[in-house]
């Protein structure tokens, strides 16, 4: 063969397998080409339509305020804050796409680059270990798809993340997918990921806290700073180098990143400054809006609350019914621990260290009350173990806990102090860390690894239980309402929904019903003995009694009430009737049911403490009564108010027995039993003690002509407090600390008399007018025509009682 041949004879050759392999890649386009066509044609008419997104609206958080727009609580089931794209940093877009889809910008929907390479991964670990999605995809399996793992759904999130970028700009799917995607801890999209992991805002983020967060939507849960910071650090570090790679950033400022902690902000539950007050709105929303859209709409709900005045109160109510609580001394430990037996404490279970959601708590900081059992004991103190850390409480962090009899000697006060005669080792007690010391003997016994030792005090979490309610008597905004010791004991909610007998502080409303049909604060009753012997069934012979268990002969009312007389107010009520009593309690806002009988003059019937406090302010507020508001208004997301509310009300008492009425409770607290106030505060206050039969409950409600704020204290299931629990002395100190705040910085205002009232001279004891000018004189307030004059009397009456009494309590003052 010659050369020549063997030429031609190759050039066929080639030619040949040119035109073969030219008719395979015909065909294999075509294969290719019919594929597509045929899975487009079967599977884009399964698709959702990918127009929805124009109207992408995800799930938001309703956000309530205060009334200085201070934000109190969220409610969502995906904490989202939508953040447009320009206010978002460039740095942490640039993070994402390197981290998530170095390609976005070049290709159309598919990032088939990082396909391939999580096929090889894949196939290599033998198990679906990467994912190739690009952003793109992610949206689309995010919003319109499911998260399963089929061939079918990938096929779908194919064909929809074209159909995407064929519609919407690469800076509108980056804005979705920014705004979309889950970064744990219940946080979705970058601002609410800056605000759980960082406490700030996403414009505030340092270039290594944008990396970490860049670094989440692969796995949250695996890379979480919290339980996994090595994981999150070598993830940064991921984030970091990837950004260099794309030239996002220098390879300096990425190990400058790398070097930054992570400085992380505590992790917090859902936001709720103001439990007690914000259940009851959320209940009202979820009535009014459902469920779906209170959690998921995005709402802004204005409220009336003032949260510095929330604070104070629910600060003032956990102080005021712990010294209550160990007042009234200890109730023993919580069980016992025989470590000889094996047993050993569940500290887990003792101590939590996860919240409801799940959230990491730690549970031994300065302050926490915690559970630990008892090692040893001696005449100095307690040795207590908590979770084998050594914890000391001195005897004299004990002296609460003894109950001391003033009928015994001093030897035997002195043997009571010993902390041997109220704990033993193992008992299981409720203590409060007071203070962590450091000790360099790490690692000994009752020592932590760290070297941590506790000063500890005796403590117990209190078995009494109060109420709150503070009101602006001049448009019935509530600025403050708890409605017990702590929500997450007990949801109850005792301002609004317990019913309590409110004993003498029920009385200003008889007296004012008084005030407007013939008496006078200077009106005189016959404080005396007085026996119903026609009383009805049980009660016959009833024999009602004033709280010091003795008489005082004539009583003007004004004195009645400083000192809360019984009787007379007994008497009064006769002379008005009963059922002038209730009109006027109707009048005043209570709503509950109220006993046809005596008994009403001794708060014998159950009320709220939200009507109660209502009824006051409109003392305070010269008989116009408005009703309690919480809402001011709610806006949808885009901001347009969807409802709104005004104060509503209206005069239920005439302004002249009203103020009288106000002018007589000046004394209670100038004078009378709540004294203690007057040398407190250095404005006008008025105000009425109450407490029920055996100390059941204790009542202080007070107000000034801005603000009428009541207090309750008692215990859930009706038991007494406590010998002398009276209001003054249970109710009256919260009622203290929280007022303290809520007048700061507000000028003293009195009340002012409306032109019906007049003044006159009259002896205290007499309520006769007089010219003395020394101290048994002072001038009273009257409407004009019922003042007394020279001669003429002031007695009303001093009747023994035609009525038939019911059940009623000998109440305190």
């Not at 030219?22 to 294999?28: D, E, I, K």
């Not at 406590?722 to 109710?731: C, L, M, V």
């Amino acid at each position: 063969m010659t050369g020549r041949t063997a030429a031609r004879r190759a050039g066929f050759g080639t030619r040949k397998l040119l035109v073969v392999l030219f008719a395979l890649s015909v065909f294999g386009v075509g294969a290719v080409m019919g594929g597509g066509w045929f899975v487009w044609s079967r599977y884009a008419g399964e698709i959702p339509d990918p127009g929805a997104l124009a109207q992408y609206q995800p799930s938001l958080v309703t956000r309530v305020y205060d009334a200085n727009d201070a934000l109190v609580a969220e409610y969502f089931v995906e904490k989202r804050i939508l953040t447009p794209l320009d206010k978002i940093p460039h740095n942490l877009v640039m993070a994402t796409i390197a981290v998530e889809d170095a390609h976005f910008f070049e290709h159309h929907g598919i990032n088939f680059e990082g396909i391939v390479r999580a096929m090889f991964a894949n196939l290599m670990a033998g198990r679906v270990v990467q994912g190739g999605s690009s952003i793109t995809q992610q949206v689309a399996k995010q919003i319109f798809l499911s998260s399963e793992r089929t061939f079918t759904r990938k096929i779908k999130e194919a064909i929809l993340s074209l159909e995407l970028e064929r519609r919407y700009t690469k800076e509108e799917i980056l804005e979705v997918y920014l705004n979309h995607i889950y970064y744990g801890h219940g946080a979705y999209g970058v601002e609410a990921a800056a605000q759980v992991y960082f406490g700030k805002s996403v414009g505030e983020l340092s270039l290594a806290q944008m990396a970490m967060i860049a670094g989440l939507p692969k796995a949250p849960t695996n890379y979480t700073p919290f339980r996994h910071p090595e994981r999150a650090l070598d993830r940064r570090r991921h984030c970091l180098n990837r950004m260099v790679d794309v030239g996002a950033i220098t390879a300096e400022q990425g190990d400058a990143a790398a070097a930054e902690p992570f400085n992380l902000a505590p992790l917090q539950k859902p936001l709720n400054r103001a439990p007690w007050f914000t259940e009851l709105v959320r209940r009202d929303l979820e009535k009014t809006y459902g469920a779906d859209t209170l959690y998921r709409g995005g709402l802004t709900v204005r409220t009336t609350l003032d949260l510095t005045l929330q604070e104070a109160a629910q600060t003032a109510m956990i102080e005021g019914l712990e010294a209550t609580d160990k007042r009234l001394g200890y109730r023993g430990p919580l069980g016992k621990i025989d470590r000889a037996k094996g047993e050993t404490p569940a500290w887990d279970t003792l101590n939590p260290k996860e919240d409801d959601l799940g959230r990491t708590i730690e549970p031994y900081v300065v302050g926490a009350r915690v559970k630990g059992v008892v090692t040893a004991v001696d005449k100095e103190g307690a040795t207590i173990d908590i979770e084998g850390v050594v914890g000391r409480a001195a005897a004299a962090s004990m002296a609460w806990a003894h109950k001391a009899d003033p009928d015994q000697n001093a030897l035997w006060a002195a043997k009571m102090e010993d902390p041997r005669t109220i704990l033993s080792p193992g008992d299981l007690v409720e203590v409060r860390i007071d203070a962590i010391e450091k000790v360099k003997t790490r690692g000994a016994d009752g020592v932590s690894a760290d070297g941590r030792r506790y000063v500890l005090s005796l403590d117990q979490t209190p078995g009494v239980q109060g109420a709150l309610v503070a009101i602006d008597p001049r448009s019935g905004a509530v600025r403050a309402l708890v409605g017990g010791y702590d929500p997450q004991q007990s949801s109850f909610n005792r301002a609004t929904q317990a019913l309590r007998q409110p004993g003498s502080s029920f009385k200003p409303i008889i007296y004012t019903a008084a005030l407007a049909n013939g008496f006078t604060p200077a009106s005189v009753v016959i404080d005396a003995p007085i026996i119903y012997d026609r009383a009805l069934n049980e009660y016959a012979g009833w024999k009602p009694m004033n709280f010091e268990q003795k008489f005082f002969g004539p009583t003007t009312l004004r004195e009645a009430v400083t000192h809360s007389r019984n009787v007379v107010t007994i008497k009064v009520l006769e002379k008005i009737g009963v059922k002038t009593a209730i009109e006027y309690a109707r009048r005043f806002g209570v709503e509950t049911p109220l006993d046809d009988n005596l008994g009403l003059a001794l708060g014998a019937s159950p009320v709220r403490v939200i009507d109660m406090v209502a009824a006051y302010g409109t003392l305070a507020n010269g008989g116009f009564r408005y009703d309690p508001m919480m809402v001011v208004a709610v806006e949808g997301p885009d901001g347009k108010v969807v409802e709104s509310h005004e104060p509503t009300g209206e005069q239920v008492i005439d302004p002249a027995p009203a103020y009288l009425m106000a002018n007589i409770m000046k004394s209670v607290v100038d004078e009378g039993t709540a004294s203690s106030l007057g040398q407190t505060f250095d404005r006008p206050l008025a105000g009425k003690t109450g407490t029920t039969n055996n100390y059941n409950d204790a009542w202080f409600i007070g107000f000034t002509p801005d603000l009428a704020c009541g207090v309750w204290v008692g215990r859930d299931d009706n038991t007494p407090l406590g010998r002398s629990e009276t209001g003054s002395r249970a109710a009256i100190p919260i009622w203290e600390r929280f007022m303290k705040t809520a007048v700061k910085g507000r000028a003293p205002l009195d009340f002012t008399p409306p032109p019906q009232v007049v003044f006159v001279r009259v002896d205290k004891k007499t309520g006769q007018p007089t010219r003395a000018a020394d101290g048994s004189a002072f001038f009273e307030a009257f409407i004009d025509g019922t003042e007394p004059t020279f001669g003429r009397p002031a007695t009303v009456g001093d009747g023994e009682g035609e009525d038939a009494p019911a059940p009623a309590p000998t109440p305190a003052p």
